[in-house]
């Protein structure tokens, strides 16, 4: 199965994703026939039309970029997802294309997770472990409001050829960095740039757990500091 040649793949290589949003990005692949078929916190999914792939659609997360260069310093490792395309969106967002993984049984995910917390596993599932510990250390000295390391069961999932692959596995420390936006949010475009979070106020959790109150004093918090820096 080779991955890198799908038909699903040709018509998103060589555009200029940089000029493109996470709404107009999210759209182009609903167009392509990409069909959405997950929400996460930070992000959208959707599966290729003959089923190889998933899009990763991201509006902005700081976190994901740590567990991509998980897999760039893992090349080859079965316990990681196959990434076909990572492209930068316009205003802070991502597109990632990667290998279609199912959710793993739950009993299966559970004793993953516990080899993971206590040190167990094959050569190549310690190859991860070890580097992702590596990576958690660099993106902790640099990335503000950073948390690190949180393989639930959620993150253990199934790929189609059957092996099992790990996704998602650093985090951010989302309910602080929210607090910061309604205490200063001056502060988060400081830390994080502007041009970094246009879309900070988009991802899916905030869609999916806010009451209209909530959504409304983000809004109007997130205005307040966009005045301050201007």
């Not at 997950?38 to 089923?51: E, N």
């Not at 985090?171 to 205490?183: N, P």
């Amino acid at each position: 199965m080779k991955l890198d040649h799908d038909a699903d793949i040709t018509p998103l290589l060589g555009r200029d994703w940089s000029a493109v949003d996470h709404r107009e990005a999210l759209a182009g692949l609903a167009r392509l026939g990409w069909t959405p078929c997950g929400v996460g916190d930070w992000a959208v999914g959707l599966r290729s039309p003959r089923g190889l792939f998933a899009a990763r659609i991201c509006p902005f997360d700081p976190a994901y970029p740590a567990f991509l260069e998980l897999c760039r310093r893992c090349p080859g490792n079965p316990y990681l997802p196959h990434v076909a395309l990572v492209e930068a969106l316009d205003g802070g967002g991502s597109l990632t294309v990667l290998e279609f993984l199912a959710p793993a049984a739950p009993e299966e995910a559970a004793e993953v997770a516990r080899r993971w917390r206590e040190g167990e596993g094959d050569e190549a599932f310690d190859a991860v472990r070890r580097t992702a510990l590596t990576v958690d250390e660099e993106w902790r000295a640099r990335t503000p409001w950073w948390d690190g390391i949180d393989l639930n069961h959620g993150n253990v999932r199934r790929a189609v050829d059957g092996r099992i692959a790990l996704v998602d596995v650093f985090c951010m420390d989302g309910a602080s960095l929210y607090r910061q936006v309604l205490d200063d949010s001056a502060v988060v475009r400081e830390r994080l740039s502007t041009a970094a979070t246009r879309h900070l106020l988009d991802i899916p959790y905030i869609a999916r757990e806010s009451s209209p109150a909530e959504i409304e004093a983000l809004r109007a918090a997130w205005r307040a500091g966009a005045r301050v820096t201007s």
